[in-house]
């Protein structure tokens, strides 16, 4: 676990970044992926499906078909093992080294904004 903090950053920089919440509709093996990995197609409600390389084995894909997910939506794609990452899956990781998903305690609609 990382303990050093990040330099202090304005407000403006942090608002510039596009959190939304997502449905994960879809999950497929990744075995390409350098770590392990599945490609997981996100519902955006009203912004469209997108499509992440997530780091998220810890869970089956039955887990995590249906769940809410905090999403970066505004970051550039990624190329990863010739797989087009579209937005980030935001996680944690617990004292296992598992990444554990970031998600809302309570049902919010596909699209809404994080802040």
Do not use: C, H
């Amino acid at each position: 676990m990382d303990t050093t903090p990040k330099p202090e950053t304005v407000y403006d920089t942090f608002a510039a970044v596009d959190m939304r919440v997502g449905r994960v509709v879809d999950v497929q093996p990744f075995p390409r992926a350098r770590n392990p990995a599945y490609k997981v197609e996100v519902d955006l409600g009203p912004l469209g499906r997108r499509w992440s390389s997530a780091q998220v084995t810890r869970y089956k894909p039955e887990e995590l078909l249906g769940s809410l997910v905090v999403v970066v939506l505004n970051l550039p794609p990624r190329n990863i093992a010739g797989f087009r990452s579209e937005v980030l899956i935001l996680g944690a990781r617990n004292e296992a080294g598992d990444v554990i998903v970031l998600t809302p305690r309570s049902d919010v609609t596909p699209g809404e904004q994080v802040f």
